[in-house]
């Protein structure tokens, strides 16, 4: 497809199990971003990939939460021991060069009970 | 550090009448910024960004923006509202100096009365 895809669109988990949230961006796209948005909020930073490296992950909440890009193109988000308040919206974008428009996938909306 | 505020939860306006979404900003450096749109069960859609050069921007869907650096607001504007544009609107910033993550404001959703 021409945008950005995100799977699953809906994952429902128990809380304690581990979860992996994965991202297809556009073709040719370099850089790769995570976002979380909670209920009523914006989007929150996670991390940026620039290729296969993570070019800044500052936005991790703790060690929990991991992404990988092993062939620069797909993205996979992991969280482990998960826990109610992960429960949010994961939303993926991709650009083109690094410093333009961020364009966005629809989102995994992720619900830990 | 880097914020925005969206000083506006709810926009209401006729359609047929202008309309402005506010986005005030604090950044350390010089700032690139977006807005964007988010419809239901839909992903954000970007609707237009400030660089540099020209402070008026236009964007999609005859949306444009007036990037004010002594305000540091980025406030966007329509002339004629469509009951097509309500929707939660989104302001982002990003530093230019080479972080390019966005941080945004916390929406303001627009109703368009027909």
């Known amino acids: 497809g021409a945008g950005v895809s995100q799977t699953p669109s809906n994952k429902v988990t128990e809380k304690g199990k581990y979860v992996e949230l994965r991202c297809d961006p556009i073709?040719?796209?370099?850089?790769l971003y995570w976002y979380r948005q909670s209920l009523g909020q914006g989007p929150e930073f996670l991390i940026y990939?620039?290729?296969?490296?993570?070019?800044?992950d500052s936005g991790l909440p703790n060690d929990r939460f991991f992404a990988v890009r092993p062939e620069g193109s797909v993205s996979t988000l992991k969280i482990q021991r998960t826990e109610r308040g992960d429960s949010a919206v994961y939303l993926c974008?991709?650009?083109?060069?690094?410093?333009?428009?961020?364009?966005f996938g629809p989102g995994t909306r992720l619900t830990v009970l | 550090a880097q914020s925005v505020a969206q000083p506006e939860d709810q926009v209401n306006v006729a359609e047929g009448n202008p309309l402005t979404v506010k986005c005030t900003y604090s950044?350390?450096?010089?700032?690139?910024l977006f807005w964007y749109v988010q419809y239901p069960n839909r992903g954000l859609q970007f609707l237009l960004k400030y660089i540099t050069g020209d402070n008026l921007v236009k964007g999609s869907y005859g949306f444009e923006a007036e990037f004010n650096k002594s305000q540091t607001s980025f406030h966007l504007k329509k002339p004629s509202a469509l009951v097509s544009d309500s929707a939660l609107y989104f302001c982002?910033?990003?530093?230019?100096?080479?972080?390019?993550?966005?941080?945004f404001g916390t929406g303001t959703r627009l109703t368009v009365i027909p």
């Open positions: 073709s040719g796209h370099t850089a």
């Open positions: 950044v350390s450096g010089n700032p690139y």
């Open positions: 990939f620039q290729g296969t490296g993570a070019a800044d």
């Open positions: 982002a910033v990003s530093l230019q100096t080479g972080a390019n993550n966005l941080f």
């Open positions: 974008a991709s650009s083109s060069p690094p410093a333009g428009e961020q364009f």
